[in-house]
């Protein structure tokens, strides 16, 4: 049975082969950074997103 969280040092060789190959390795640096940035970005807004819902529970509720 194969499972996903076994990755090994070969799998992970073969991985970067194949990067290499597709991307050429002068594009890999651009391509981890950009990568870095917007994983950035991604928690910024989640963590963004998670303040402006406690600052909208603080908030009592208009009803008419």
Same mark, same amino acid.
């Given at each position: 049975? $194969?499972?996903? *969280?076994?990755i090994?040092? =070969? ?5 970067? +082969?194949?990067?290499? $190959?597709?991307? *050429?390795?002068t594009?890999? =640096? ?5 990568? +870095? ?16 819902e ?11």
């Open positions: 049975m $194969l499972t996903m *969280g076994n090994g040092t =070969p799998e992970i060789l073969i991985i970067l +082969g194949v990067l290499v $190959l597709i991307f *050429g390795s594009q890999l =640096p651009k391509l981890a950074r950009s990568i +870095g940035q917007s994983q950035q970005e991604f928690k910024k807004g989640l963590k963004e997103g998670a303040q402006d406690d600052e909208e529970e603080d908030k009592p509720s208009k009803s008419k």
